[in-house]
């Protein structure tokens, strides 16, 4: 895969074109998961090779496949979480990852705490200026409302990457 450029920003979503994204929630088996497949799906579709990968700000789950609800309602609309195993974020990711979305505003702020201060341009919302209610103790609706939220965006983040680099 051959690196792209990425333009100075003062946003890290807008204006790049990043080649590693890493997203991330409190467990790793809910919203980054399901937002790692949904991404990589609309990025494969797009002809798009970035590298995507999720994790957690807690190692509640680490080794854990995706939670089954999150795993069956992405099933239902063509995504396969069944691969994919929960982990937690780690130093390293900070340097390896040129672009690193949470999930909420208290993901981004046990991120930004962990991270170095020459990293901290790359951390953002995934959602922009929202976040990705976490469908974890609810039913099955909230489930599809994440879908829902992850699709929008990441078709967003497709477009708005393919025109970087057009």
Known sequence: MKPHPRPPSSNP??????NRVLI??????????????VLRSHLRKAGLQIQVDSAGTEDYHIGAAPDSRSIKHASL???????????K?????????????????????E???????????????FLENAAVPDPYYGGIEG????????????????????LALA
């Open 13 to 18: 979503v807008t204006g790049c074109f990043p």
């Open 24 to 37: 991330v929630c409190m467990g790793n088996i809910c919203r980054s998961p399901t937002a790692e497949a």
């Open 77 to 87: 609309r063509g995504y396969d979480l069944g691969g994919l195993r929960a982990r």
């Open 89 to 109: 974020v780690n130093p390293s990711d900070f340097s390896e990852f040129d672009l690193i979305l949470a999930a909420d505003d208290a993901n981004l702020a």
């Open 111 to 125: 991120l930004n705490r962990r991270c170095p201060r020459e990293h901290q341009h790359n951390l953002s919302l």
């Open 143 to 162: 489930f599809e409302k994440v879908l829902d939220l992850i699709e929008s965006r990441a078709a967003a983040l497709v477009q708005m990457w393919s």
